[in-house]
Structures are given as C-alpha cells and as structure tokens.
C-alpha cells in the first residue's frame, strides 16, 4: 500500500503569523486535504487527535460498526509543533509553561484537522495530550483556550492510559505482545499475556529528545553515548517495573517470553518509520544524509506498507538483532556529527541515534527475535476506547 504525502500551505492561513510558526502539516494515504477519503459501504468513519510532545496529529480511520477488528487507517496528519521542548528543559529537567502564541498553533492546527475530518465525513471521537501536557505548569490555561477556541475538550491521558491505547493499537488488540511506543519525552512498554484481561505497562520519562540531549549528543562518540544512554535507559525501566503489583523486572518479562506467555517479537509504532528507514539506509543520500524536510518527506511517502497474517499492516519487513546492532556500529563520527546536528537532529536525527539503541536494549533484554514496526498511532486505540462496546 504506497503512501503519499502533501503540504498543506493553507493550515497558516487561519490565523495570525505566530513568533516561529511551525511549518504546515502534511499528510499520508491520502495526501488532498482538499478531497474526501473514500472508505467504502458501510463503514464508519472517525477521526482522533494526537496532540505529542513532538507532532500533533489527526488521524482518520474507518470500520465496520461493532466490528473492532475491521478498523482501517483512511488518512494521517501530522504538523510539528515541538510542545515538549517548549515546556520542559532536557537538559535542567524543569517544567515551565506553554507560551500563548505556541497555544495559538496548538488550537490553529486543531481547527484546520477538525475541517479535514468534517469533509472525510467523520467526527472527533477522541483527543488525548501526553507527556508535554502532564509537564506544563499551566494546562488548565491551556485546555481552556483551546476549548474556547475549537470547542475540542482534551484529555492528558494519563501514563497507564497512553501505553494501554499505544498497545491495543499495535496489537489489535491481540493478547500475548509486547509493545514498545518511543516518544520523544517519554517512552512507554506494554504487554499482555495470553489468557490475561489487562494491560501491564510502564512508561519511563526518558524518550528519545531527553536521552539525545542527555547520554548521547554529549558524549565523545557514539558508541560512548550509545552506552550511556542504554544504562540509563535500563536503570530507569528496572526502577519503574520494581514499582508496579507485584514488582516485576527485565529479566520476569524475559520469563514470560520463554514461558510463550508473550510472543518474542518487539512491536513498535511507526513514528513515520524512522527506525527501519535510518537502519536500512533509506535516509541516506549518496554518501552522506537527508537533510531537508521535503526530501524526507519523499522518503516516507515511498514506503509500502506489508499484509502481515499475524501482525496485520507492516511498515516494512521485520527488522533481525543483527540488522539493528550492526547499524548502530556502522555509526561513525561524520555520520554522529551529523545526526547530532541541524536540520538532520530534529528531523530524524535523535530519533535515529535513540529509538534504535533502545531497541536494541530490549531485544538483549528480553531474548526477543525481531523487531515488528506497523503503522498505527496511539489514536487507533483511544478511537476504540471511546466507541461503545
């Protein structure tokens, strides 16, 4: 299933210039804000807001009533706004609040993903806010000038409620996985095993913005970065699983992967497809790599999207130990200089010197055999949340 992916020059036309205005959103699968999705008889549309520490995003899905299993991605938005780091210092670890003009964007871009999903014949069924909004010293404010001015009510999801919608969207809702959504404050790991009615999960405050400007970008090179941000990263995940009842570490999820109470594969959402595209080499242009955002754009529009039996869409074939491993080696210093640097850092760059560290991690870990990378967002799961079951 190609993707394709379109400018939307018309998203700064709605409001007043802001002081550095995020860039116009874009769009994949159906790349026209300007046409309507076309879902086919009898299916159900419905739209979700994704309001990340990084991107905000709208997501337009379409299903047979009733039928969960059927629920299909039509449409996918995504603008740029960088709230994370408007609200929180990486570096000092101190929480501020979010300016008026980043709220301005905020609301702007949801007013113009609530026109999207009104000409996709669908209504907003879910809005959740993570990690930026639990950081915000001001989000009462916040929530209230956005309601006054899009009359959208969002919810800051709570950690539990963030993993358990990241894992019913990466597993279909499928007993038996282990999902690993990375986000850019903040990560979580979630599973369920087979036979079991909960989600268990954690989420550790330590994403790939925080542990790029804390364990890797400074380091005297990768490979030193690498392990600093792995230890950290371990330390903080071992901390956060000896909290929950009954305690429970890496080495008691490793268990239920032997015992076949969780399946060996490491689900993780998409994030554009950042860690395939960096590990297979698809961000590279000639010898050195993409940075412009158009060219990026182009790299994820090309991606086709696998019918996998098991795991449903998949953003690309499995990714083997060995694949990710041997990427992180290959890394040298022109190419760490480079990630680490602008435009290529925030474009793709922490998240590829991150994301597949962390990966990686787990995998050790958890003796897990591959890696699985599908398409969906945590929408998907608080679409299915919301509906009536």
């Not at 993707?3 to 699968?29: F, G, H, M, N, Q």
């Not at 969960?68 to 929480?95: H, M, P, Y």
């Not at 050195?288 to 990026?296: C, F, K, N, Q, T």
């Amino acid at each position: 299933m190609p993707r394709s992916v379109l400018l939307l020059p018309w998203l700064l036309a709605l409001s007043p210039a802001y002081s550095d205005e995020p860039k116009p959103a874009t769009c994949l699968i159906q790349p026209d804000a300007t046409k309507p999705i076309h879902p086919g008889a009898g299916r159900i549309v419905h739209c979700a807001l994704d309001l990340g520490s990084r991107t905000a995003k709208l997501s337009v899905v379409s299903m047979q009533k009733g039928r969960n299993a059927t629920i299909r991605d039509e449409r996918q938005c995504k603008r740029t706004l960088g709230l994370g780091e408007r609200v929180f210092d990486s570096k000092t670890g101190i929480a501020r609040p979010l300016a008026e003009d980043a709220i301005g964007q905020l609301a702007d871009t949801i007013r113009v993903y609530q026109k999207i999903c009104a000409l996709d014949g669908g209504s907003i069924v879910a809005a959740g806010a993570t990690q930026w909004a639990r950081d915000a010293t001001n989000i009462d404010e916040v929530k209230a000038s956005v309601r006054a001015a899009t009359g959208v009510d969002f919810e800051v999801l709570t950690p539990k409620q963030e993993a358990d919608y990241s894992y019913v969207a990466a597993s279909v809702n499928t007993p038996g996985r282990i999902v690993l959504d990375p986000g850019s404050n903040s990560f979580e790991l979630a599973w369920q095993e087979r036979g079991a009615a909960t989600i268990v999960s954690v989420l550790v405050k330590h994403g790939y913005v925080r542990g790029s400007v804390n364990d890797i970008e400074p380091a005297a090179d990768y490979a030193a970065g690498r392990a600093a941000y792995q230890a950290k990263v371990r330390a903080l995940l071992e901390k956060e699983l000896t909290g929950l009842t009954p305690p429970l570490d890496l080495a008691g999820i490793r268990r239920l992967v032997k015992d076949g109470k969780i399946g060996p594969e490491l689900v993780t959402l998409g994030q554009d497809g950042a860690v395939q595209l960096a590990v297979r080499g698809l961000l590279r242009d000639g010898g050195g790599w993409i940075a412009d955002a158009s060219a990026y754009d182009d790299v994820v529009r090309r991606q086709v999207f696998l019918a996998d039996p098991s795991f449903g869409l998949l953003m690309a074939k499995p990714l083997l130990p060995s694949e990710i491993t041997a990427y992180l080696e290959a890394i040298k210093p022109a190419d760490f200089k480079t990630l680490a640097s602008e435009p290529a850092r925030s474009l793709y760059g922490q998240r590829a010197l991150a994301v597949p560290a962390l990966a990686e991690l787990l995998i050790r870990e958890l003796d897990a055999t591959r890696l699985v990378v599908v398409p969906q967002e945590i929408t998907t799961g608080h679409i299915l949340a919301k509906l009536p079951q």
